[in-house]
């Protein structure tokens, strides 16, 4: 691990202003700890967050607003996140370990890096570590990566499973600089690879996320999350889906539908929900609609496997979720 | 300066000898170079010499197993070395040093975290809890005794990462079913495969809590 030095501020104003080139927040520590540790990100300075006053999980304004601090743990765990939006609840349990829950935040993990192994090993070139080294993956170790959203440049998933959730649910992200506030919806927060694999998200380096909104809908209520992944437990995803639906007289009214373990970014599948608006909630109905989640896909040599299973994951979500067979 | 508190002097050093665990303590607490002399100097010395470098020692106080303890430390040393390279409480182990294992698994506010991620110096005012501190005296804590009862281990590597996570699955209480047990457990990986062992022993210790 390269030399840092260490503060830790008790105000989000304090904190953005001891922001500086080279500077790092430390929130749980999950992802910056791990890749300080392999030289991936080298900071000169870690701003640990800890002590500022971003917790709090509450329904306020029609929305569910969770501090940027709150532990994966307490946020799975909470009554009305648990009764009001299951997706995000069993997106959150579904990750990780319990250790790593009750360490890592929300803010941090939407801020995760990559699992690519290359982007994790400072020997290999890597367009998103080093711009410009190249891309390994696209023709070497690939049956992880994206179909949805790559490029050229990079092909690299975006790990995280409870953006996953907040994709589909509409969710929002409050970022705060120095000069105010910012709402962006999670959706637009993450960018495509394009050419510039390195620019993740919005995010400025001096700019802080506060808080996650989510707005409450009936939605949400009947909602959950599927995830496939190559063991049951600890282990990133394959794909995944986070579905919500509202139903009247076995008929879908509406659905919020959005995939992990196949996008560049968390991937929000209109084209899916839109096939199912207005037709019976049933198997039939669903492998149709599911058919249109992987238009455009790209998949690479070891990785098409994602095609079918991505399909095969919605259709069983759905039903999950409907109830129906 | 701590230099003269139990924490800085404790782990470096056996009767003012310098230990082979004590030495390779300091040189991953303390730039290199300067870890050649015993721990209440290196501090010491380390201090201009890092000041330079961008990076000083920092202080930092938090209990350990309910003792308060007082390190001047590199920002870059995680729990998990502090633990075993300056406090000597080699029980917790360390298994991928990556967050990936559950080996080291250690309780910080009587929740279980991961040591191997976490900075030492974020724990100013922290009670943390090791496998050291949960008996009660002589008597086995009753996970650790549930674990001898029923085998829970083979080579014993990660015997106190899966205890100390266990402890706390008996306490969060969520997990009650075979396959919720094993979901709560799945953070600590077991190369012996001692997995059936371990549910059985859990099992018990929570039969006794009902
Ligand atoms: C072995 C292992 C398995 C995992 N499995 C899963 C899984 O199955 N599913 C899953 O979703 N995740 C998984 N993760 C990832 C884990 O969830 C993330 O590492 C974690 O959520 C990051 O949160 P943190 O608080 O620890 O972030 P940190 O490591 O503290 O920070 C991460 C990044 O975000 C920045 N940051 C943190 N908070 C803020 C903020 N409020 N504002 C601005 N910037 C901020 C930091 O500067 C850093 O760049 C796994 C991790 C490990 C190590
Ligand atoms: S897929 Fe992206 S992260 Fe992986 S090697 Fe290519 S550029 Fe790097
Ligand atoms: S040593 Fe900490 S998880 Fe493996
Ligand atoms: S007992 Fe050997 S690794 Fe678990």
């Known amino acids: 691990m390269r030399a840092f030095d260490y503060a830790a501020p008790s105000s989000v104003d304090e904190a953005l202003r001891l922001t500086k080139p080279g500077s790092a927040f430390l929130a749980g520590g999950t992802t910056l700890v791990d890749l300080m540790k392999l030289d991936v990100l080298t900071p000169d300075h870690v701003i640990d967050v800890n002590r500022l006053p971003l917790n709090g999980i509450r329904l306020s304004d029609g929305h569910l607003r969770i501090g940027a601090l709150e532990r994966m743990s307490a946020v799975a765990a909470h009554p009305t996140v648990m009764v009001h939006f299951p997706v995000i609840s069993r997106a959150l349990l579904l990750s990780a370990s319990g250790q790593l829950r009750n360490m890592a935040s929300i803010g941090g993990n939407l801020l995760q890096r990559t699992r690519c192994d290359y982007f994790r090993d400072v020997t290999a070139p890597c367009n998103k570590r080093q711009p410009g080294s190249g891309c390994p993956a696209q023709t070497g170790v690939n049956r992880t990566h994206a179909i949805l959203g790559s490029s050229s440049s990079c092909a690299a998933t975006h790990a995280s499973d409870v953006a996953v959730a907040f994709v589909a649910l509409e969710a929002m992200v409050v970022v705060r600089g120095r000069g105010g506030d910012r709402i962006v919806p999670l959706e637009d927060f993450y960018l495509l690879p394009g050419n510039t694999p390195q620019v993740e998200n919005q995010l400025g380096p001096d700019e802080l996320i506060v808080e996650v909104r989510v707005p409450v809908s009936p939605l949400a209520r009947q909602s959950t999350y599927l995830k496939i992944r190559d063991r049951q437990s600890y ?16 008929v879908v009214l509406d659905a919020r539908i959005a995939a992990g373990g196949v996008g560049t970014k968390p991937w929000r599948l209109r084209a899916v929900e839109d096939a199912l608006k207005g037709n019976p909630a049933m198997e039939k109905t669903f492998s149709d609609a599911a058919e249109s989640a992987v238009d455009g896909a790209r998949p690479l040599a070891q990785n098409a496997f994602k095609v079918t299973l991505l399909k095969r994951t919605i259709v069983r979500a759905l039903i999950d979720v409907a109830g129906v067979r | 300066m701590a230099s003269n508190e139990p924490g800085v002097s404790g782990g470096g050093s056996v009767d003012g000898h310098l230990s082979r665990r004590g030495f390779f303590g300091q040189a991953a607490a303390v730039s290199a170079g300067v870890a050649l002399v015993p721990p209440a100097a290196a501090v010491a010395a380390a201090q201009p010499v890092e000041a330079a470098a961008n990076a000083g ?23 998990l070395d502090a633990l075993r390279e300056r406090l000597g409480l080699t029980g917790t182990k360390k298994g991928c040093d990556r967050g990936q294992c559950g080996a080291c698994t250690v309780h910080v506010e009587n929740r279980r975290v991961l040591p191997c991620l976490t900075l030492a110096v974020s724990l100013q005012d922290k009670a943390v809890t090791t496998i050291e501190g949960i008996a009660d005296g002589e008597t086995l804590h009753p996970v650790q005794q549930a674990f001898i009862d029923h085998d829970g281990f083979q080579c014993g590597f990660c015997t106190s990462g899966q205890i100390m996570s266990a402890v706390a ?27 059936p062992n371990i549910l059985d022993a859990i099992k018990q210790v929570q039969a006794g809590d009902r």
């Open chain 1, 235 to 250: 282990e990133f995803a394959l794909t995944s889906v986070a579905v919500a639906l509202s139903l009247r007289r076995g």
């Open chain 2, 57 to 79: 020692l920092v202080d930092v106080a938090f209990k350990v197993n309910g003792e308060p303890k007082k390190l001047s430390i590199d920002p870059r040393v995680t729990l």
């Open chain 2, 169 to 195: 699955v008996v306490r969060e209480g969520a997990a009650r079913t075979d396959d919720q047990i094993r979901e709560a457990m799945s953070g600590n990986l077991c190369r012996c495969g001692a997995y």
